[in-house]
């Protein structure tokens, strides 16, 4: 069984170097999610594709978070100019397009900004 | 929107007695719900979920969940904490663009 793969699993970068995390959703599941996991925090949401379309983003996603999902299949978040705030756990998770509301989850990339 | 409010940061509890981890939400009509649980190093799991149907939903691992529209709750329980329960769970509310995550709960069991 293929779940959501997620690469790198650990990233450490210095501030002001851009980054790039991709995500390999289930085979088939055509909608894909980017969360931000800072410690003692839940998840926050911060992108959500139907496919290839970028449907929502949240507020949280500033001009320097981009994500892509060129062909409906992977995804890729990248950040520039990185800061220390942006130190966190990223995480993707994709879903069937039937069904309910049920989201499977990578194992998420771990951003250290130093 | 729909929100959740996870009322318990941590929770320690003895191998082999009953887990109580609590959330309440908030939503102006009935909502679905779910219970998460993210052990470490690894992805989040779904435990179990809640669709309008019944009000007391079993899970894996012998965890089960009542739905109480009279007290907005949702509490996760278990009757008999295992060593591998320790975790880190999450209230979950969903939406089909996004899910609204509790701050979590971290469950330490003690051998």
């Known amino acids: 069984d293929t779940g959501v793969s997620q690469d790198p699993r650990h990233k450490i970068t210095k501030r002001g170097q851009n980054v790039t995390f991709r995500c390999d959703p289930i085979?088939?599941?055509?909608?894909l999610y980017w969360y931000r996991q800072t410690l003692g925090q839940g998840p926050e949401f911060l992108t959500y594709?139907?496919?290839?379309?970028?449907?929502?983003k949240s507020r949280l996603l500033s001009d320097r978070f981009s994500a892509e999902r060129p062909k409906g299949s992977f995804s890729t978040l990248e950040i520039q100019r990185t800061e220390q705030g942006d130190s966190a756990m990223y995480l993707c998770a994709s879903a069937p397009g039937w069904g309910g509301w049920e989201q499977y989850f990578g194992p998420g990339t771990r951003l250290t900004v130093t | 929107a729909q929100s959740v409010t996870q009322l318990d940061s941590h929770v320690s509890v003895s191998e082999g007695t009953p887990v109580l981890l609590r959330c309440n939400y908030s939503?102006?009509?009935?909502?679905?719900l779910f219970w998460y649980v993210q052990h470490p190093n690894k992805g989040l799991q779904l435990l179990l979920k809640?669709?309008?149907?019944?009000?007391l939903v079993k899970g894996i691992n012998g965890f089960e969940a009542e739905f109480k529209k009279s007290e907005t709750s949702f509490h996760l329980t278990k009757p008999s904490a295992h060593m591998s329960d320790a975790a880190e769970y999450f209230c979950v509310a969903p939406a089909r663009n996004q899910f609204y995550f509790g701050t979590g709960t971290s469950l330490t069991v003690i051998p």
């Open positions: 594709f139907q496919n290839e379309a970028q449907l929502e």
């Open positions: 939503s102006s009509y009935s909502p679905s």
């Open positions: 085979s088939e599941h055509n909608r």
């Open positions: 809640y669709t309008s149907a019944a009000t």
